[in-house]
């Protein structure tokens, strides 16, 4: 029944390990969206994929690797955890603007990711 | 470039008293303006949207927005606060990317609301 659906909800782990986030929306909608949220809470967007294309990232190192299986589906990999990875990482997905639709972005419930 | 302000890093009021939490944004166009609520460990939801038409804007939960293009703000207010509206509050700014295909939010650094009783 839920919308935006993130895993794991929290992932601890340590330096130099490899993690994977899974999100998954049942919305229907062509466009998905990884975000961070610091330790001070500013959400900042990392990618945007629209129909499994990306298309947009945000000078993010190349450490995080996204994947879109499907319009539904957005993976974040991310290699070699550093300390200051260490985040909320939110999902998010969205209808295109226009068209009757203001384009508002869905928010999953977010993965806490702390590297010790 | 396009950015959001949320002067007030911090709010209390007490239970039953009125709300306004201060938005204000820089955009060249005309933009989508966005208010969200984050609740302690969870997600962000929608409260309200401004997307042309009637300035001031009904969202969920008793909240209200008004747009001010000359000021460039987009206030939120409530008349009577309720304990469980403590949260987080953030405020974003919409930019069309890609003929619409995207809608990247740039958001303000949100203002923590906390509720005496």
Known sequence: DTAVSQTPKYLVTQMGNDKSIKCEQNLGHDTMYWYKQDSKKFLKIMFSYNNKELIINETVPNRFSPKSPDKAHLNLHINSLELGDSAVYFCASSHPSGQGSTGELFFGEGSRLTVL | AQSVTQPDIHITV???????????YSYGATPYLFWYVQSPGQGLQLLLKYFSGDTLVQGIKGFEAEFKRSQSSFNLRKPSVHWSDAAEYFCAVGKRDYGGATNKLIFGTGTLLAVQP
């Open chain 2, 14 to 24: 007490s239970e039953g008293a009125s709300l306004e939490l201060r938005c204000n």
